[in-house]
Nanobody, 117 residues
Framework: QVQLVESGGGLVQPGGSLRLSCAAS????????MSWYRQAPGKERELVAR????????NYADSVKGRFTISRVDAKNTVYLQMNSLKPEDTAVYYC??????????WGQGTQVTVSS
């Protein structure tokens, strides 16, 4: 059974840090590009960061460049999102996504991140 399980969300103060994890199982993790998306109340789901499979190239939304870092450890079937200098506008449900092709992709259930004082 394919599973993507996010963890690490919670309440953090502005300027603080949080590290999200997404543990994958049931598929060949190392062949999949992995992404983090987020969706805030009343807003569209947006791509936050992406990391490729072979080569591990990364891409970030302009709003998080310099603050967030995506990484993966294939031996652990896990992708991470290190979030620093958090802002209230980062508040959202964060989802991980695994993509092999347009026809083969999987979503996690999401984890809540709330940035507030």
């Amino acid at each position: 059974q394919v599973q993507l399980v996010e963890s690490g969300g919670g309440l953090v103060q502005p300027g603080g840090s949080l590290r999200l994890s997404c543990a994958a199982s049931g598929f060949a993790f190392s062949f999949y590009a992995m992404s983090w998306y987020r969706q805030a109340p009343g807003k569209e789901r947006e791509l936050v960061a992406r990391i490729g499979s072979v080569g591990g190239r990364t891409n970030y939304a302009d709003s998080v460049k310099g603050r967030f870092t995506i990484s993966r450890v294939d031996a652990k079937n896990t992708v991470y999102l290190q979030m620093n200098s958090l802002k209230p506008e980062d508040t959202a449900v964060y989802y991980c996504k695994a993509v092999l092709s347009t026809a083969v992709n999987y979503w996690g259930q999401g984890t809540q991140v709330t940035v507030s004082s």
